[in-house]
């Protein structure tokens, strides 16, 4: 049985179809997906992805959609694709009604989102309050972004006494692999299958809300 030749068009096509599928997957995960403060101290995911490798995988596929979207166009021919698009934009010329109206609408789109007038206004505020919905106290960083200070910047600012090297062997008592005091906590987590949260919590170290100086318990959590 003599096998049928490999179809580029059908490829691209199925290409396009799935590049749409994940991005209209990705889309909807990150609009209800929590600020990327939270979503990194707490290790947040989604089938397995963190918000940042969602945000990749959006990237990505939006950079396939665009290659597939040209190669599409030239695995038409080219001709008669121009002659289409020329014959249909005489025909939209021809319909000034629909053509100013979609162009209004386009517009009004554009403008209405940039000022924040409804609807439009509505939709963003909403997926912002999703967003937050997500903050508790218990959920929030000290300070912005502790998940990429080291143990070294950790010991600085949030013990009054404790070394690095004390850091350390906490978190090696508590059961987690250490290569280095410049690792970061997010690291730390990544290396150990925990969050950047649980490791700062394992180091049980009380922070101060006005002066982000902490002091250290130097116990251990068994």
Do not use: C
């Not at 940042?52 to 599409?72: E, K, P, Y």
């Not at 218990?138 to 912005?144: G, I, K, N, R």
């Not at 290569?179 to 906590?185: A, G, I, K, P, R």
């Not at 730390?188 to 180091?203: C, F, T």
């Amino acid at each position: 049985m003599k096998k049928a030749p490999f179809s580029w068009r059908a490829f691209i096509s199925l290409g396009l179809f799935a590049a749409f599928l994940m991005l209209f997957v990705s889309g909807i995960v990150l609009y209800l997906a929590p600020p990327g403060r939270i979503a990194n101290w707490t290790n947040w995911q989604i089938l397995g992805l963190s918000k940042h490798d969602w945000q990749n995988q959006h990237t990505i596929f939006s950079l396939a959609f665009i290659v597939l979207s040209i190669f599409h166009l030239f695995s038409i021919n080219w001709k008669a694709f121009w002659s289409y698009v020329v014959s249909k934009t005489h025909a939209g010329l021809g319909k000034p009604l629909e053509l100013s109206s979609i162009l209004l609408l386009a517009l009004l789109f554009g403008i209405g989102t940039h000022l924040k007038l409804q609807p439009f206004s509505t939709v963003v505020d909403f997926g912002e309050y999703l967003s937050e919905s997500w903050e508790e106290p218990e959920s929030q960083p000290p300070v912005p972004h502790t998940e990429k200070m080291t143990l070294r910047e950790i010991s600085a600012r949030f013990t009054s006494g404790q070394s690095p090297e004390s850091l350390r062997k906490t978190l090696e008592m508590n059961g987690l692999a250490v290569q280095s005091l410049d690792q970061t906590l997010e690291n730390i987590g990544q290396k150990n299958n925990r969050s950047a949260q649980d490791v700062y919590k394992l180091l049980d170290i009380d922070a101060s809300p006005n002066s982000g100086k902490g002091r250290g318990r130097g116990r251990n959590r068994q």
